[in-house]
Protein backbone atom coordinates (compact mmCIF):
# COMPACT_ATOMS: atom_id res chain seq x y z
CA UNK A 1 0.00 0.00 0.00
CA UNK A 2 1.75 3.47 -0.83
CA UNK A 3 1.72 6.10 1.69
CA UNK A 4 0.01 8.21 -0.04
CA UNK A 5 -2.86 7.76 -2.97
CA UNK A 6 -3.98 10.26 -4.66
CA UNK A 7 -6.79 10.64 -7.65
CA UNK A 8 -4.38 10.68 -10.96
CA UNK A 9 -6.75 12.58 -13.32
CA UNK A 10 -6.56 14.58 -14.98
CA UNK A 11 -8.78 17.12 -14.54
CA UNK A 12 -10.28 19.31 -16.79
CA UNK A 13 -12.87 21.93 -15.36
CA UNK A 14 -14.66 25.41 -16.97
CA UNK A 15 -13.14 28.59 -15.46
CA UNK A 16 -15.44 29.41 -12.36
CA UNK A 17 -15.58 26.31 -11.30
CA UNK A 18 -14.99 24.68 -7.95
CA UNK A 19 -12.03 22.11 -7.93
CA UNK A 20 -11.84 19.60 -5.60
CA UNK A 21 -8.57 17.72 -5.41
CA UNK A 22 -8.58 14.66 -2.68
CA UNK A 23 -5.43 12.25 -0.94
CA UNK A 24 -5.98 9.81 0.98
CA UNK A 25 -2.55 8.69 3.34
CA UNK A 26 -2.30 5.36 5.45
CA UNK A 27 -0.02 5.95 8.42
CA UNK A 28 -1.68 7.98 11.23
CA UNK A 29 1.90 9.06 12.59
CA UNK A 30 1.93 11.70 9.71
CA UNK A 31 1.27 15.26 10.73
CA UNK A 32 1.61 17.75 8.97
CA UNK A 33 -0.02 17.77 5.09
CA UNK A 34 0.86 19.97 2.17
CA UNK A 35 -0.12 20.87 -1.43
CA UNK A 36 2.29 21.69 -3.74
CA UNK A 37 1.47 23.01 -6.59
CA UNK A 38 3.73 22.52 -9.67
CA UNK A 39 3.31 24.34 -13.18
CA UNK A 40 4.55 22.42 -16.42
CA UNK A 41 8.38 22.05 -16.50
CA UNK A 42 9.25 23.88 -13.21
CA UNK A 43 9.64 22.53 -9.25
CA UNK A 44 7.05 22.41 -7.00
CA UNK A 45 5.90 24.85 -4.87
CA UNK A 46 3.87 24.67 -1.44
CA UNK A 47 0.43 26.21 -1.79
CA UNK A 48 -0.94 25.24 1.66
CA UNK A 49 0.15 23.80 4.88
CA UNK A 50 -1.93 22.31 7.42
CA UNK A 51 -0.97 20.93 10.94
CA UNK A 52 -4.62 19.85 12.56
CA UNK A 53 -7.86 18.55 11.27
CA UNK A 54 -10.25 20.51 9.87
CA UNK A 55 -10.38 23.42 7.24
CA UNK A 56 -7.78 25.99 6.16
CA UNK A 57 -8.32 28.89 4.19
CA UNK A 58 -6.21 31.64 1.74
CA UNK A 59 -8.02 33.15 -0.45
CA UNK A 60 -9.48 31.00 -3.11
CA UNK A 61 -8.18 27.70 -1.78
CA UNK A 62 -9.16 25.72 1.13
CA UNK A 63 -7.34 22.74 3.38
CA UNK A 64 -8.92 20.12 4.43
CA UNK A 65 -8.32 17.29 6.82
CA UNK A 66 -10.00 14.37 8.63
CA UNK A 67 -7.38 12.42 10.68
CA UNK A 68 -9.82 10.32 11.69
CA UNK A 69 -10.19 8.74 7.88
CA UNK A 70 -6.83 10.07 6.63
CA UNK A 71 -8.19 12.24 4.04
CA UNK A 72 -6.63 15.19 2.96
CA UNK A 73 -8.74 17.33 0.34
CA UNK A 74 -7.93 21.03 -1.79
CA UNK A 75 -10.49 23.14 -2.86
CA UNK A 76 -10.13 26.27 -5.52
CA UNK A 77 -12.92 28.08 -5.53
CA UNK A 78 -13.70 30.26 -8.96
CA UNK A 79 -10.99 28.80 -10.04
CA UNK A 80 -8.95 30.40 -13.32
CA UNK A 81 -6.97 29.63 -16.41
CA UNK A 82 -3.58 30.38 -14.01
CA UNK A 83 -4.45 27.58 -11.98
CA UNK A 84 -4.17 25.24 -14.68
CA UNK A 85 -0.40 23.05 -13.10
CA UNK A 86 -0.41 19.96 -11.42
CA UNK A 87 -1.09 19.34 -7.63
CA UNK A 88 0.51 17.16 -5.51
CA UNK A 89 -0.72 16.27 -1.74
CA UNK A 90 2.18 15.84 0.50
CA UNK A 91 2.66 14.67 4.16
CA UNK A 92 5.52 14.55 6.63
CA UNK A 93 5.73 12.81 10.48
CA UNK A 94 7.51 15.60 11.81
CA UNK A 95 10.86 15.31 10.53
CA UNK A 96 11.65 16.86 7.16
CA UNK A 97 11.38 13.76 4.90
CA UNK A 98 8.01 14.63 2.85
CA UNK A 99 6.24 12.07 0.90
CA UNK A 100 4.08 13.37 -2.00
CA UNK A 101 1.21 11.77 -4.58
CA UNK A 102 1.56 11.14 -7.64
CA UNK A 103 -0.61 14.37 -8.41
CA UNK A 104 -3.45 15.44 -10.21
CA UNK A 105 -3.21 17.54 -13.34
CA UNK A 106 -5.32 20.51 -13.62
CA UNK A 107 -7.35 22.07 -16.37
CA UNK A 108 -8.56 25.67 -16.32
CA UNK A 109 -10.61 25.89 -19.56
CA UNK A 110 -11.50 29.68 -20.48
CA UNK B 1 17.02 36.62 -2.52
CA UNK B 2 17.62 33.68 -4.98
CA UNK B 3 15.95 30.54 -4.48
CA UNK B 4 17.30 27.07 -4.68
CA UNK B 5 19.88 26.74 -8.12
CA UNK B 6 20.02 23.81 -9.96
CA UNK B 7 22.27 22.53 -12.64
CA UNK B 8 22.41 21.89 -15.38
CA UNK B 9 18.73 22.12 -16.44
CA UNK B 10 18.94 19.95 -18.98
CA UNK B 11 21.76 17.13 -19.17
CA UNK B 12 22.18 14.68 -21.89
CA UNK B 13 24.73 11.46 -21.39
CA UNK B 14 24.74 8.08 -23.34
CA UNK B 15 24.65 4.86 -21.73
CA UNK B 16 27.71 3.93 -19.32
CA UNK B 17 28.47 7.81 -18.77
CA UNK B 18 28.55 9.84 -15.49
CA UNK B 19 25.80 12.22 -14.62
CA UNK B 20 26.57 15.10 -12.02
CA UNK B 21 23.75 17.50 -10.61
CA UNK B 22 24.61 20.33 -8.94
CA UNK B 23 22.47 22.53 -6.05
CA UNK B 24 22.58 25.47 -4.40
CA UNK B 25 20.01 25.68 -1.71
CA UNK B 26 18.01 29.09 -0.77
CA UNK B 27 20.94 31.20 1.26
CA UNK B 28 20.54 30.48 5.10
CA UNK B 29 19.45 26.78 4.44
CA UNK B 30 21.56 24.09 5.82
CA UNK B 31 19.23 21.17 4.77
CA UNK B 32 18.85 19.98 1.20
CA UNK B 33 16.82 16.93 -0.66
CA UNK B 34 16.78 15.25 -3.91
CA UNK B 35 14.01 14.15 -5.41
CA UNK B 36 13.63 12.27 -8.38
CA UNK B 37 9.92 12.27 -10.68
CA UNK B 38 8.85 10.30 -13.17
CA UNK B 39 6.03 10.54 -15.36
CA UNK B 40 2.91 9.10 -13.34
CA UNK B 41 5.36 9.26 -10.62
CA UNK B 42 5.54 12.05 -9.03
CA UNK B 43 8.33 12.83 -6.32
CA UNK B 44 10.01 10.18 -5.04
CA UNK B 45 12.65 10.68 -1.77
CA UNK B 46 16.10 10.13 -2.33
CA UNK B 47 18.37 11.52 0.08
CA UNK B 48 18.42 14.08 2.75
CA UNK B 49 21.67 15.91 3.46
CA UNK B 50 23.28 18.21 6.02
CA UNK B 51 26.33 19.92 5.72
CA UNK B 52 28.87 16.94 5.52
CA UNK B 53 25.92 14.57 6.68
CA UNK B 54 23.78 12.29 4.90
CA UNK B 55 20.85 11.47 7.41
CA UNK B 56 18.57 9.84 5.21
CA UNK B 57 19.40 8.22 1.81
CA UNK B 58 16.55 5.22 2.34
CA UNK B 59 15.61 6.76 -0.81
CA UNK B 60 18.66 6.25 -3.01
CA UNK B 61 19.06 3.39 -5.21
CA UNK B 62 21.80 0.67 -3.93
CA UNK B 63 24.48 0.81 -6.29
CA UNK B 64 25.74 3.74 -9.11
CA UNK B 65 23.85 6.79 -7.43
CA UNK B 66 25.66 8.81 -4.26
CA UNK B 67 25.01 12.31 -2.83
CA UNK B 68 27.31 14.74 -0.93
CA UNK B 69 26.73 18.10 0.30
CA UNK B 70 30.70 19.38 1.20
CA UNK B 71 31.23 22.36 3.76
CA UNK B 72 31.74 24.66 0.88
CA UNK B 73 29.76 24.73 -2.52
CA UNK B 74 26.74 22.81 -4.02
CA UNK B 75 25.49 19.62 -3.01
CA UNK B 76 25.93 16.93 -5.89
CA UNK B 77 24.12 14.10 -6.97
CA UNK B 78 26.33 11.64 -9.11
CA UNK B 79 25.18 9.15 -11.23
CA UNK B 80 27.66 6.71 -12.49
CA UNK B 81 27.20 4.29 -15.39
CA UNK B 82 23.63 5.72 -16.66
CA UNK B 83 21.20 3.90 -18.29
CA UNK B 84 18.06 4.44 -19.58
CA UNK B 85 16.10 4.37 -16.80
CA UNK B 86 17.98 7.25 -15.30
CA UNK B 87 16.04 9.74 -17.67
CA UNK B 88 13.98 11.79 -15.47
CA UNK B 89 13.62 15.10 -13.50
CA UNK B 90 15.88 15.19 -10.51
CA UNK B 91 14.80 18.43 -8.09
CA UNK B 92 16.29 19.39 -5.31
CA UNK B 93 15.04 21.32 -1.93
CA UNK B 94 16.17 23.07 0.95
CA UNK B 95 14.95 23.99 4.13
CA UNK B 96 15.88 26.46 6.80
CA UNK B 97 16.07 23.24 10.06
CA UNK B 98 14.52 20.81 11.07
CA UNK B 99 13.39 23.12 14.15
CA UNK B 100 10.22 23.93 12.08
CA UNK B 101 9.27 20.10 11.21
CA UNK B 102 6.49 21.35 8.24
CA UNK B 103 7.32 20.10 6.14
CA UNK B 104 7.80 23.44 3.85
CA UNK B 105 10.58 22.88 1.28
CA UNK B 106 11.82 25.24 -1.26
CA UNK B 107 12.43 23.24 -4.89
CA UNK B 108 14.66 24.20 -7.43
CA UNK B 109 13.73 24.17 -11.35
CA UNK B 110 14.97 20.62 -11.17
CA UNK B 111 17.38 18.92 -13.82
CA UNK B 112 16.14 16.93 -16.68
CA UNK B 113 18.58 14.08 -17.11
CA UNK B 114 18.09 12.38 -20.66
CA UNK B 115 20.17 8.80 -21.11
CA UNK B 116 20.65 7.83 -24.80
Known amino acids: QKEVEQDPGPLSVPEGAIVSLNCTYS??????FMWYRQYSRKGPELLMYTYSSGNKEDGRFTAQVDKSSKYISLFIRDSQPSDSATYLCAISGGYQKVTFGTGTKLQVIP | NAGVMQNPRHLVRRRGQEARLRCSPM?????VYWYRQLPEEGLKFMVY????????ESGMPKERFSAEFPKEGPSILRIQQVVRGDSAAYFCASSPSTQSNTGELFFGEGSRLTVL
Open chain 1, 27 to 32: NSAFQY
Open chain 2, 49 to 56: LQKENIID
Open chain 2, 27 to 31: KGHSH
